[in-house]
Nanobody, 122 residues
C-alpha cells in the first residue's frame, strides 16, 4: 500500500502562483496530478516518471505548470504559475506501481491523495 499526503493549495488571484506537494510513503513507478472541477470529470494535469524524470503535461497547463520530484523525500511537487480562474478545482495526486500504464489515464493509478482545493479568483 502507498499512502499519499497532499499539501498546498488555497485561494489566489488570477495571475498568481501556488505550489502543491505530495509526499509518498514509498517510491513508485510514476506519479501524477489530476484535477476535478464541480460538475466535471477528473482530468489529467501532469505526470512524472520517477526514475527517468520524464514529464508530461496537459495542453491546458503547458508552459504554466511545472512538475518535479525530490527523490530523497519521495515527494512530488506541482508549481502552478499564471493561474487562471479555469484552473479552479480539487487537485489530486496519484501514484502508480505499474510499469505498463498510460500517464494521462486515471485508471493507470492505484493510489490517490485526499485532494487539495485550488481556487483562482478573477
Amino acid at each position: 500500500q502507498v499512502q499519499l499526503v497532499e499539501s498546498g493549495g488555497g485561494l489566489v488571484q488570477a495571475g498568481g502562483s501556488l505550489r502543491l506537494s505530495c509526499a509518498a510513503s514509498r517510491r513508485t513507478y510514476s506519479m501524477g496530478w489530476f484535477r476535478q472541477a464541480p460538475g466535471k470529470e477528473r482530468e489529467f494535469v501532469s505526470a512524472i516518471n520517477w526514475s527517468a524524470g520524464s514529464t508530461y503535461y496537459a495542453d491546458s497547463v503547458k508552459g504554466r505548470f511545472a512538475i518535479s520530484r525530490d527523490n530523497a523525500k519521495n515527494t512530488m511537487y506541482l508549481q502552478m504559475n499564471s493561474l487562471k480562474p479555469e484552473d479552479t478545482a480539487v487537485y489530486y495526486c496519484a501514484a502508480s506501481v505499474s510499469v505498463a500504464m498510460i500517464m494521462a489515464a486515471p485508471d493507470s493509478y492505484q493510489h490517490w491523495g485526499q485532494g487539495a482545493q485550488v481556487t483562482v479568483s478573477s
